[in-house]
């Protein structure tokens, strides 16, 4: 009997799907993409309009084929792919492929049974089998949007990065967005390295009411008018005209201060909220999110997902989730905390797409508690953050009792020189007793928040304990981290929330910036992304212009939205670009054949230095070398700059000069296979080196976390193998913060598995009952019985095929390690016990015996913008 075929993305979500619809259908996976630009050749005939070359992706061909076959047998074709650009894109392209009438003419294959487009904004029963009810035509609108959006990247992807393979290096890529966005950071690192610190002063009060407790006030002026005490000197005379002085409160201010709760997720405000409170990459908490979105295993009640679609700037929520989040809240924490009416939030971007959902539980009555046996350590942080979000976007606000104080003090001179404090005290917690949102930085709430006052009077005296100057100076803006730069781009407008995860990865992959190790990692521009940037800006300014590209965002939205045809968009993106792309040409400098003067000299012959670009950047070489002379001096050294990779306390700490050991001549910086490090300047006569990495220590960072064992601070610490976190109280405490999983050792049962690194870098898995039980694992396990040899766990395993569980016996031994045997331990002489052997719970099967593998999922999605130009 002929069945409904329905075609989504990932088999996860497929896997979700048959089970809400059942016999009546099949639902199958198209992997993604299916058909793409060639990644040969331009693939856009822009004589021809813009005309495009789409193919069926290499490796795709088996899917396709095997969609096609299930398509004619079925009696109807349902394509339920992401509601985004992307999935309309999607179900246009397996429109064509399949044959469909409602592939916009653009099929030569035609077929009478019906083809529709399905969309829902939640994974479950209900939301499921109401999409099916409505079912709608393909968005051709959507699907011209994200076709220019493809288009736009190739274009720059395979005209620019050409140029940067001629003028810097073979293997550089730019993006239309990936540029700016490195462009963004490029332009912080000059503003920090132009700042000039300026010095300033600050003066505290220790003060004493009638009553405790005793509390600071800060100078703000005198006589009413704000003054800055800009150093030591003009600190001291205020400090002598103080003393004696008579100290009495001006004017006591109370209000009452609101707080309001904050709207329900983004995709980007969850983005930042992921970086600053759970230290997860941008990519990495958009992947949890994912697999949360498209389905998990709830014990009896299935496989459900637990999540709204994670990629949206809306934060409309649907009626029937406002009531169920309303019943909680008067359930679980009291009428108090329950608005009259439901909080209305309005979408700040003007191209929201309000059909759908800010990013909420599909259902708020599955709580973090209920849900945490079935989820992954990962999983449930993400689950519990947007849980908690939009329970508070639902409540009362904050209430805060603020009092503001002035001080006057009676100066030697018979000035008033005035101080002020502000406390806060929370008076009702409403939303914050759920959640309260992150920050980049501290603000004048968390400082008032601080200053804890006694009732002060107007006209009342107050005693003077001690007065505190202190130094400062100004500081530099700060660096960009993930959530900063998110922020930054959609504030700006460049790029969409769900492509940031794409974009940072790719300027990190490429090497075009680092960032410093720790939470909240700091990004810093290498010596080929300052290059690179400057290039590109100087040389097509339009095109890595933040106006132009925003204005391209919204030429797109307006072509989504039916308001701009897609052709007039690229036509006037075009002209522009080829006007900058042929300037470019011929003025980009090439920096391959830089060889700049410098006012250094040879330290082996003392001929002028000049400074060269190699593979590694730029480097200093004797003028005197000749190619055709072999007794010419080669002579060369590192440029500090090109060693950016060191991070700022090793950068800092290595500007004073230092002299070999051995020899006493000049140490200079290096950059070998291991990284960087110091090497003598008498080579080869003198070989000493030092290795930064033993010698550079950074300080202990604290955190704002307790130790579970002993209630002290935890630490951030590096060791010999990396970063870790352990108790500030060690040696007394010994505890250390282990990452784990959530799965249990399948070998002895009772430990719990870690993440662990290894000497080399490189992450493994491993049983925290270590030494007692020896159980490692290359890829992450999985708490999932093999179905073919019984195994009791398998591995998460990501190739560049997509993503797979596979057993771990079909994972083949190489011959040196099958060889290697564990040392057998001599007992000792006149020893009656025999050790008792390691409990072992793994059954014994010959590795490479089992060929179980199961696809949950595609590999990480490279940005299309990146995708370089295959030179055949």
């Excluded at 990519?283 to 009640?301: D, F, I, P, S, W």
């Excluded at 997902?305 to 009626?319: A, C, F, K």
């Excluded at 709580?367 to 939009?390: G, N, S």
């Amino acid at each position: 009997m002929p069945k409904g075929l329905v075609i989504v993305e990932s088999p996860a979500k497929a896997k979700t799907i048959q089970k809400y619809l059942g016999p009546g259908y099949d639902v199958e996976a198209s992997l993604g993409h299916i058909k793409d630009l060639p990644r040969k050749g331009l693939g856009v005939d822009i004589e021809n309009d813009f005309a495009t070359e789409y193919e069926v992706i290499p490796g795709k061909e088996k899917v396709v084929s095997q969609l096609r076959k299930l398509a004619r047998a079925a009696n109807a074709i349902y394509l339920a792919p992401d509601p985004d650009r992307e999935g309309e894109a999607i179900a246009a392209h397996l429109a064509e492929e399949l044959g469909s009438q409602a592939d916009g003419g653009r099929s030569r294959k035609k077929q009478e049974k019906p083809v529709l487009r399905v969309t829902f904004n939640e994974i479950t029963k209900k939301a499921v089998q109401e999409a099916f009810k409505q079912p709608r035509e393909i968005n051709w609108n959507l699907v011209d949007a994200q076709q220019t959006r493809r288009i736009l990247d190739r274009l720059v992807g395979f005209q620019v990065s050409p140029l940067l393979w001629d003028k810097v290096r073979r293997g550089l890529s730019a993006g239309r967005v990936q540029t700016v966005a490195l462009r963004l950071i490029v332009e912080r690192e000059r503003e920090i390295q132009k700042f000039e610190k300026k010095e300033y002063w600050t003066l505290d009060a220790r003060l004493h009411g009638a009553k405790p407790p005793a509390f600071d006030a800060r100078f703000l002026g005198i006589d009413g008018d704000k003054l800055e005490i800009a150093n030591e000197e003009a600190s001291q005379r205020i400090l002598k005209a103080l003393e004696g002085a008579g100290w009495t409160v001006a004017t006591v201010k109370k209000a009452e201060r609101r707080r309001n709760p904050v709207p329900p997720f983004t995709t980007s405000k969850f983005q930042q909220d992921a970086s600053r409170k759970l230290g997860m990459t941008v990519k990495r908490a958009m992947m949890v999110a994912q697999r949360l979105y498209e389905g998990v295993e709830l014990g009896a009640e299935g496989t459900i997902g637990l999540i709204t679609y994670m990629r949206t700037d809306s934060v409309r929520v649907s009626n029937e989730a406002l009531t169920e989040v309303r019943e909680l809240i008067g359930r679980d924490y009291g009428q108090g905390f329950m608005p009259s009416e439901p909080n209305v939030y309005k979408t700040k971007a003007q191209n929201a797409q309000e059909a759908h959902e800010a990013i909420r539980p599909s259902s708020v009555m599955r709580t973090p508690e209920e849900v945490k046996a079935y989820l992954q350590d990962d999983e449930l942080k993400v689950y519990k953050l947007i849980w908690q979000r939009f329970v508070a976007s639902q409540m009362t606000p904050a209430v805060f009792d603020q009092t503001t104080v002035d001080i006057h003090a009676t100066g030697t001179d018979g000035k008033h020189y005035n101080f002020r404090v502000t406390g806060s005290v929370l008076k009702f917690e409403g939303f914050l007793k759920v959640y309260e949102e992150s920050k980049e930085a501290k603000d004048d709430e968390d400082e008032s928040l601080k200053h804890k006052l006694p009732a002060l009077e107007e006209g009342q005296k107050l005693r003077l304990e001690s007065l505190k100057p202190e130094q400062h100076f100004t500081e530099p803006p700060p660096r960009y981290n993930e959530a900063s730069l998110v922020k930054e781009l959609e504030e700006r407008g460049i790029g969409r929330p769900s492509t940031y995860a794409a974009i940072i990865s790719t300027i990190v992959d490429r090497g075009y910036v680092q960032k410093t190790a720790g939470r909240g990692g700091k990004f810093f521009p290498t010596e080929i992304g300052f290059v690179v940037t400057e290039l590109l800006v100087e040389n097509l300014k339009d095109i890595f212009d933040y106006q132009f590209t925003a204005r391209m965002e919204e030429d797109l939205d307006e072509i989504e939205d039916g308001k701009k045809k897609w052709t007039d968009a690229l036509h006037e993106f075009y002209g522009k670009f080829e006007e900058d792309l042929e300037y470019a040409g011929e003025h980009m400098e090439n920096i391959k054949r830089m060889e700049k003067a410098t006012d250094q000299k040879c330290e082996r012959c003392g001929s002028p230095l000049v400074l060269k670009w190699g593979k590694h950047g730029s480097f200093f070489a004797c003028s005197a070398f000749d190619k055709k002379d072999p007794n010419s001096c080669t002579f060369t050294k590192e440029n500090p700059i090109n060693l950016t990779d060191l991070g700022e306390a090793e950068i800092s700490s290595n500007n004073e000069e230092e002299f070999c050991e051995n020899c006493g001549k000049p140490m200079v910086l290096k950059r070998g296979r291991f990284g960087t490090f110091m090497a003598c300047t008498g080579y080869p006569e003198c070989k000493t080196t030092r290795r930064l990495d033993s010698a550079q220590k950074k300080p202990d960072q604290p955190l704002d976390e307790k130790c579970p064992d002993c209630g002290r601070n935890l630490l951030l610490r590096n060791g010999r193998f990396g970063e870790f976190i352990s108790c500030s109280g060690y040696p007394e405490c010994k505890y250390i913060k282990q990452n784990l999983i959530g799965v249990k050792c399948p070998k002895c049962g009772k430990g719990e598995i870690v993440e662990k690194k290894a000497r080399r870098g490189n992450y493994f898995y491993g049983c925290n009952n270590y030494p007692d039980c020896d159980f490692t694992a290359a890829y992450k396990p999985v708490a999932e019985k093999c179905p073919e040899c019984g195994s009791p766990y398998l591995m998460e395993r990501t190739n560049d095929k997509g993503v797979f569980l596979v057993c771990p016996n079909s994972i083949k031994k190489s011959a040196k390690a099958a060889a290697k045997k564990p040392p057998v331990k001599a007992e000792k002489k006149g020893s009656k016990k025999k050790a008792a052997e390691p409990v072992n719970l793994l059954p014994e099967v010959e590795p490479g015996s089992c060929s179980f593998q199961k696809k949950i999922g595609d590999a990480p999605a490279e940005s299309p913008e990146e995708a370089q130009p295959t030179v055949a």
